[in-house]
């Protein structure tokens, strides 16, 4: 079915007059990318070797555009046989760096869905942690905790290689002291005061709350999506949220890890593969506003419909590059450049001068 779609939608047609005449308009986007032939191929070979599956699921909007929750696993089916103790191991050893500073942690994505595939899966944590002392104003991924996260989930990435593609801690530090209270207590009543619900939504930002609220389970500390306001189970938009800014700083911080470490291709690759992965769940919110999904697969299918043919060539490379687990081609000045193509795209306002 995956390959029926796939091929379908990069068919080859029939050259006219008028495509001709636009050939050298289009010659700079084309350079670096795989003809038709080359990436049909290339997309065959992935989908039977497993790199590209599907794993997620569609949710439609609701009539106030929200989704239903996917969440289908409670804490303890977490910890089963296969995926217990990576789950116990991991959390103990956030549990041990944050300390009594940890407010929430959660679990989310396809292994809270109940959808996760040994070998093929990422699994995903979200630790809510207090964070009244350090400065955080150049974002809480310098914070001196969230490099620490950083360097906890490479090591338990490096234990668990053999179960999961890759472990990711997103490290959210509240420094608002009226919300750390409110989600210690976990009082549901007193968030029924909507400023308090809106105050707790506003320090968290729409991702982190849309994430808590409809695709996390909880084990440790307080259940965050219980307090937060209904309207936080609706998907936020990615590129309305700075989405050209957003991938120009992680092909910047790309080229910043290059600098520093020139051997270390996986550290400089993460930041482009997140860019790739961005615009494509971002193209889906533009093509196909009426759904929700994270499926890189379903999203490039979905943005790809009904797109001109040389945009479904960038949709469908930028498909590989960012399930691909090799890190150097994401290194290239073609990645870059379908990054930014992509983005401008999606957000025609945007000045990529």
Known sequence: RWLLLLSTLL?????????????V???????????????????REAIVAGQIRRLGKVSRLQGDGTILPVVSLGPNDLRSPLWGELVDTTASQIQSLLGSSLLSLSIRGSLASGRAVPGLSDVDFIAVYADTENDLSEGRYASPQGKKLRLLASDAHNRFRNLVTKIEIS??????????ELIRKQNVAETQNPQHRERLFSVLGPEISFLLKTSAVCILGSNIGVLLPEHAARPPRLYKYGLFSAVNEALSASEMFLKINATDEAKAARPVRWALKRCLRAAVEVRSPSVHTRDLGICAVSAARKAEDLRR?????????????????????????LVRSLAKWIDPSVNTA
């Open 171 to 180: 490290n959210v530090p509240v420094t608002d002291e009226t919300v750390i």
């Open 313 to 337: 060539r960038e949709i469908f490379t930028a498909l590989l590059l960012a399930t691909n687990s090799s890190s150097s081609p994401l290194l290239s000045p073609t990645a870059a450049s």
């Open 11 to 23: 068919a080859v047609q029939t050259c006219d007059a008028v495509s001709r005449t636009r050939t």
């Open 25 to 43: 308009a289009i010659r700079a986007r084309d350079a670096g990318l795989p003809s038709e032939n080359d990436l049909r191929g290339q997309l």
